[in-house]
């Protein structure tokens, strides 16, 4: 992904922590367990989007909130001087006034886990957009979600971790062990800090690929858990883009790894659309950034009929008995994220 306009920053949003950490430890549920809520982030201004894709943004933010509503509770942050303008558009979904830079949830809000919410010490993707405001959102949250607030050194965003609730955990190296992140930090201490934090036993590691855009290759544009044993893979069928051999190089390894069980894994593709309705290289035109919440799937739509379909046909399979919505993202896709980006959930 491509965040948009983002701007060099020299906060850090760090906190203090210790590496495997002894002690209590904790579990963090899969996407599809029941959810109490989801928090989203209302599109904080035009110095990040600028002034002509702004409203689109925020009409994407509003569709992708009131669609989960009609599952489950949203709860949206949103700045005091946009509170009007968000409660016209969000009927039924609660607004909590707050200071936001921007709008991607999954990166700036907590990993909720049973018992508390991990702060995983937000630092602009590696310093590469300010984040002064968004390096408090997690700690916010959790105040307001009345969670236990729990502490690392670990510097992750929830993009950049898929896990199945029994243990293992899919995780890009290009993100992660990035020196703008976690400089010094090896695979082992990252799999020992995550066994403490969240619960996770086996780590699968997939390269990713490091600035090609703001995130450094977040697992959740690659890798997607359908359930224990079950990973949707994407595929870039375009030979021009830099995801090109990645996503084939993560098939191999996902289709050779185990899960925590000692079980191959199941590999579905979900492949990207041949055509889409914008034109902009920052444009994030993957179906695998879905968001799964209670009694639903809510994923895009891009305006290519054949792929949209076959998008929309595998996501029912996967997640039989639960409601597949798809909409259109253009203006979030064009910053360069997608509807999981945008959401975090606080499971019950």
């Not at 949830?105 to 300010?130: H, I, L, S």
């Not at 590691?205 to 949707?232: E, M, N, Q, S």
Request: glycine share 12%; charged share 25%.
């Amino acid at each position: 992904m491509n965040r948009r306009n983002f701007v060099l920053s020299a906060a850090s949003g760090l906190l203090a922590g210790c590496r495997g950490g002894a002690g209590r430890s904790w579990v963090m549920p899969e996407e599809g367990g029941p959810h109490r809520r989801t928090w989203m982030a209302f599109a904080a201004g035009e110095r990040i989007w600028g002034r002509d894709l702004l409203p689109r943004v925020r009409r994407d933010q509003a569709a992708i909130a009131t669609t989960i509503a009609r599952f489950e509770p949203v709860s949206m942050l949103v700045r005091a001087e946009d509170l009007e303008l968000a409660r016209s558009l969000m009927p039924g979904v609660e607004l909590v006034v707050a200071e936001l830079d921007d709008l991607w949830m999954r990166d700036t809000g907590p990993v909720f886990v049973r018992g508390g919410a991990v702060d995983f010490n937000f630092n602009g993707w590696g310093g590469k957009q300010e984040h002064r405001r968004d390096a408090k959102v997690a700690g916010f949250v959790a105040g307001r979600a009345g969670a236990e607030r729990i502490r690392t050194d670990l510097v992750l965003e929830g993009g950049a971790l898929e896990v199945d609730g029994e243990g293992t955990a899919i995780i890009t190296e290009s993100c992660v062990l990035n020196g703008n992140r976690n400089r010094g930090w090896q695979k082992s201490d990252v799999e020992q800090e995550l066994a403490h934090l969240l619960g996770i036993r086996k780590v699968i590691w997939l390269p990713g690929i490091a600035g090609r855009d703001i995130t450094d290759g977040h697992t959740d544009f690659y890798a997607r858990f359908a359930g224990p044993g079950v990973v949707v893979a994407g595929l870039d069928n375009d030979p021009e883009s830099f995801d090109y051999d990645v996503t084939r190089r993560h098939l191999e390894i996902l289709r050779s790894a185990t899960d925590v069980a000692g079980r191959p894994l199941r590999v579905e593709v979900m492949e990207g659309p041949e055509t889409v309705r914008v034109s902009d290289e920052d444009f994030a035109a993957g179906y695998i950034n879905f968001y799964v919440c209670n009694g639903a799937v809510v994923g895009p739509e891009f305006g290519d009929r054949r792929a949209d379909a076959a998008a929309k046909a595998t996501m029912e399979r996967l997640f039989p008995g639960r409601t597949v919505v798809q909409i259109n993202i253009d203006g979030i896709a064009s910053g360069g994220g997608g509807i999981h980006c945008t959401t975090q959930q606080e499971p019950k």
